[in-house]
């Protein structure tokens, strides 16, 4: 069964950078759309970015676009969100979930495969 796993979170100033990555047990993620949700507190859980398998479109929420980058790694077993001039308010829990690999990749929740576990990202001075 698939299993996703976040890392590369951590405490950073505002305007820096972080990049998270989201790896796949024994799959190769290559062949999945594959989205980037981040949950604040006190908020909904919200899409942030997506990348689809067929031709590794992409999208982004507004409050992102511009600063934030998702990607696949040469082999396929990975999919990163770089992330630079970050913001307080982009301080969350971030959450790789997998849907399967055929049209455009989107936010919704209700053809996810699974979820990773999360990674909390700090922005604060």
């Known amino acids: 069964q698939l299993q996703l796993v976040e890392f590369g979170g951590g405490l950073v100033q505002p305007g820096g950078s972080l990049k998270l990555s989201c790896a796949g047990s024994d799959v190769s993620l290559r062949w999945l759309n594959i989205a980037w949700y981040r949950e604040a507190p006190g908020k909904e859980r919200e899409g942030v970015s997506c990348?689809?398998?067929?031709?590794?479109?992409?999208d982004y929420v507004d409050a992102v676009k511009g600063r934030f980058s998702i990607g696949r790694d040469n082999a396929g077993t990975t999919v990163f969100l770089q992330m630079n001039r970050l913001k307080p308010e982009d301080t969350a829990v971030y959450y790789c979930?997998?849907?399967?690999?055929?049209?455009?990749?989107?936010?919704?929740?209700?053809?996810?495969?699974?979820w990773g576990r999360g990674t909390q990202v700090t922005v604060s001075s």
């Open positions: 979930a997998a849907a399967p690999g055929y049209g455009r990749c989107d936010f919704s929740t209700s053809t996810l495969i699974t």
């Open positions: 990348i689809s398998a067929t031709d590794s479109s992409t």
